[in-house]
């Protein structure tokens, strides 16, 4: 008789590093898939943050989570601040780095580490309205529908491939004075798109071929 086939090893938990800069939301709903779902494929080893004092930081800590900070003024050079995130971020062995609300770009010494694995948002439907402005600016031009980007990130602003992206209607009570309320709607659908798309990394990897971004095991 022959033997029952042995099960097949079981992947461990892909390693994030979360980066945030404010309240941390986008922090929260990974720690709240990751606790809810035992087969996320994630686990959050780090929180890095560029000033003292963040909400996201806190939630980190009260979830057990390993911190850190790293503030450009810290450093004598922007360059020397990237290095210093970077060697930072390393100490964490990330498989993924996640920008969750992270008000810096990072440079040549960040990008060369972990290029291609860093994973941000961006309040806009790219490449529409890249930059810090990107809800403000929407309005401005009068879309009907606008939205939320997960994408890679690159050496540009808001430019690197996208991964996923998500549509918010415009209604006529969008003015550009009540702007908060249609970046909180489309806040709602960037936490829901930021957890599916690091899951779907984390559980089935990636591959980025020039612009494009497939999700799946490589060589599938």
């Known amino acids: 008789m022959a033997s029952p086939p042995s ?5 461990p938990p892909a390693r994030l590093v979360v980066l945030v800069s404010g309240s941390g939301t ?4 990974l ?33 057990g989570i390993p911190t850190f ?5 810290d450093h004598a050079t922007r360059g020397a601040w990237d290095e210093a995130l970077a060697a930072l971020v390393a100490e964490h062995r990330p498989d993924l780095v996640v920008s969750a609300g992270f008000m810096k ?23 529409s ?15 009907k529908v606008t939205g939320c980007t997960v994408h890679f990130v690159d050496d ?3 430019t690197g491939p996208i991964i996923a992206q998500g549509v918010v209607e415009v209604t006529e009570e969008d003015t550009p004075e009540g702007e908060a309320a249609l970046h909180e709607r ?8 930021l957890v599916e798309a690091v899951g779907r990394i984390a559980r089935d990897g990636h591959r980025i071929e020039g612009r494009k971004v497939h999700l799946g095991h490589v060589g599938e």
């Open 7 to 11: 099960p097949s090893p079981v992947a």
């Open 26 to 29: 986008n922090l929260q709903a």
């Open 31 to 63: 720690l709240d898939a990751i606790g809810d779902d035992p087969a996320y494929g994630a686990e959050i080893v780090a929180v890095g943050a560029d000033r003292d004092g963040t909400g996201g930081v806190e939630r980190a800590e009260r979830a």
């Open 69 to 73: 900070v790293c503030k450009v003024k």
């Open 105 to 127: 770009i990072v440079g040549p010494a960040f990008l060369a580490a972990f290029g291609g694995r860093t994973v941000n948002t961006h309040p806009a439907l790219l490449p």
């Open 129 to 143: 309205f890249p930059g810090a402005h990107g809800v403000r600016d929407a309005l401005a031009y009068g879309v």
């Open 156 to 158: 540009g602003v808001d």
């Open 186 to 193: 489309i806040k709602e659908v960037e936490r829901s798109l």
